[in-house]
């Protein structure tokens, strides 16, 4: 069975609503070739049910395993790689790009104790920024167990996009895999060839339940993802206000505090001094007890809160958030 060269899924001639459609021969499927010549995006639905047993496969070797985390979207654990993953990690923080140049990287790998992982190396990398990968590909090197190096995480973490950087730099080849902002862009284990001694194994990223990238159009993803430095934007709350982000949510803020958002700056932000005008889905009562906490909105990005207050957030009654100590630091 032939794979598709962009994405790893099964190419197949019958059915031009299923993965892996070819027309005429070739090695890239239709949605492959559409992302890349037209930048037109085929959303696939997934779940993790076809992803799992990749995981398990890898979890059976013996084999280095990247773990690929996105510093501007992490996930709210990793309970589920772990608990199929038994291999080393080497731990790659990627699109350090869009957080604030100021925070420094020590804080940041400190952070990620919070996750439990047995990890035997760590890099920080930017593909957009071409930032450590000389230090990445020393350390794949030093720490490879056997040829195979196997490349996981969350979609969209950016797994895909390192591979293409490290193909460019570090190997002949000529080859590229698909990339986008969709989840779902990777459909299978794709092998991809640097040496004799040393394959990179580019996996499909697994999904977190209720992404906000899942639920809107393309317009709107591309207004989602940032492509640089995000600028946060800070107000202070001393009565009742309502802030609006865009056609996607809303948050009325009850209690004294300041919220900073970090999100993509292409977004629009208004305030209100009044409760919401509009609804957007459901509504959830927050309470936050912590000072210095993120409010986490799945596929979005963050807002940090940085006394205890109590909110309403509405948003699409798909989208989950999650609350974490600030990933910013103290103030
Ligand atoms: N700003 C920034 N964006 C990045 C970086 N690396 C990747 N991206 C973007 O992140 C998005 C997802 O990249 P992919 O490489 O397709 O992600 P993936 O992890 O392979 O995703 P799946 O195949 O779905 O598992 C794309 O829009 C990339 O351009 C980075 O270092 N900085
Ligand atoms: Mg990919």
């Excluded at 804080?107 to 920080?124: G, P, R, S």
């Excluded at 609804?279 to 979005?300: A, Q, R, W, Y």
């Amino acid at each position: 069975m032939m794979k598709c060269k962009g994405c790893g899924a099964i190419l197949q001639q019958e059915n031009p609503n299923k993965e892996g459609y070819i027309r005429n021969g070739g090695d890239l499927c239709e949605r492959c070739f559409r992302i890349r010549h037209y930048n037109e995006y085929k959303q696939v639905v997934k779940t993790n049910k076809d992803f799992i047993p990749i995981l398990e496969n890898i979890g059976k070797t013996k084999d280095l395993v990247i773990l690929v985390l996105d510093l501007f979207a992490l996930p709210q654990d990793l309970d589920l790689l772990k608990k199929y993953l038994h291999n080393s990690i080497l731990l790659v923080l990627t699109k350090r790009d869009l957080l604030p140049r100021s925070l420094y990287n020590q804080y940041l790998f400190q952070y990620m104790k919070k996750y439990h992982l047995k990890i035997i190396d760590q890099v920080m990398i930017s593909s957009v920024k071409n930032m450590n990968f000389d230090e990445l590909f020393t350390k794949i090197k030093k720490n490879q167990k056997s040829k195979n190096v196997y490349v996981v995480g969350y979609t969209n973490a950016g797994k895909s996009t390192m591979i293409n950087h490290l193909l460019r730099h570090y190997s002949d080849s000529k080859e590229e895999i698909t990339t986008s902002m969709l989840t779902s862009t990777t459909l299978n284990t794709i092998e991809v060839p640097f040496s004799d001694d040393l394959i990179l194994l580019d996996t499909p990223g697994l999904l977190e339940e209720g992404n906000l990238l899942d639920y809107v159009d393309g317009s709107m993803i591309k207004k989602i993802t940032p492509r640089k430095e995000i600028k946060p934007v800070t107000y202070q709350i001393k009565t009742t206000q309502t802030i609006q982000v865009d056609e996607l949510l809303s948050l009325e803020v009850l209690s004294p505090t300041n919220l900073t958002f970090y999100l993509s700056n292409q977004l629009i932000l208004k305030r209100f001094f009044t409760s919401p005008v509009k609804t957007f889905g459901t509504k959830h009562k927050i309470e936050i007890s912590s000072p210095n906490t993120d409010l986490v909105i799945l596929g979005l990005g963050f807002i940090r809160v940085l006394k205890p207050c109590v909110m309403y957030l509405d948003l699409p009654s798909q989208v989950h958030f999650y609350l974490r100590p600030s990933l910013i630091g103290k103030p």
